[in-house]
T-cell receptor
Framework: GAVVSQHPSWVICKSGTSVKIECRSL??????MFWYRQFPKQSLMLMAT?????????EQGVEKDKFLINHASLTLSTLTVTSAHPEDSSFYIC?????????????FGPGTRLTVL | GQNIDQPTEMTATEGAIVQINCTYQ??????LFWYQQHAGEAPTFLSY??LDGLEEKGRFSSFLSRSKGYSYLLLKELQMKDSASYLC??????????WGAGTKLIIKP
């Protein structure tokens, strides 16, 4: 099956620093990659959608200058949380999809738990 | 607005059957997904429905009625490892995935 990896799986950083999270599709080329955030006991919240070689589309309320997304290739997308603050502590999950619009299952990475001190 | 409704929490007994309902109001419909998410882990795909009817996959089945904006996930022969959150998601007319808040399923021995 399709495998998506994320790195790191967890990270602790100081307030004001930047953190980069990588998302890779290991055995397929992803048409689109998605970045989600999930707070404890809450559902997934889509942050942005990105296609290779183009700018990411951010959801309303998500600061594009704070959450930088780079989709360098069909197998790699990165999310950089700039000037992180404690309220950015969350579970960040990426997913990747391939195929036509009508049906494109999202394959999820294992997630990255970010703790900002 | 777009809305997905699921019960917040359900409890069932090991070996029994449980049905998790999902109702949706979205701008258009291009398929409904069910995902399973264990605590602290990412979601994993369970099922996809785009036409009315029942899709069976082992112990799990998913039903869809587009006219009623309704789906359910049926889990049979419950096992302790089925304790997880179950997320219903609908793809709207823009092919954007709208997520429900999830149903936490607790399995008791």
């Amino acid at each position: 099956g399709a495998v998506v990896s994320q790195h790191p799986s967890w990270v602790i950083c100081k307030s004001g620093t930047s953190v980069k999270i990588e998302c890779r599709s290991l055995d397929f080329q992803a048409t689109t990659m998605f970045w989600y955030r999930q707070f404890p006991k809450q559902s997934l919240m889509l942050m942005a959608t990105s296609n290779e070689g183009s700018k990411a589309t951010y959801e309303q309320g998500v600061e594009k200058d704070k959450f930088l997304i780079n989709h360098a290739s069909l197998t790699l997308s990165t999310l950089t949380v700039t000037s992180a603050h404690p309220e950015d502590s969350s579970f960040y999950i990426c997913s990747a999809s391939v195929g036509a619009e009508g049906y494109n299952e999202q394959f999820f990475g294992p997630g990255t738990r970010l703790t900002v001190l | 607005g777009q809305n997905i409704d699921q019960p917040t929490e359900m409890t069932a007994t090991e070996g029994a059957i449980v049905q998790i309902n999902c109702t949706y109001q979205t701008s258009g419909f291009n398929g409904l997904f069910w995902y399973q998410q264990h605590a602290g882990e990412a979601p994993t795909f369970l099922s996809y429905n785009v036409l009315d009817g029942l899709e069976e996959k082992g112990r799990f089945s998913s039903f869809l009625s587009r006219s009623k904006g309704y789906s359910y996930l049926l889990l049979k022969e419950l096992q302790m490892k089925d304790s997880a959150s179950y997320l219903c998601a609908v793809k709207d007319s823009n092919y954007q995935l709208i997520w429900g808040a999830g149903t936490k399923l607790i399995i008791k021995p």
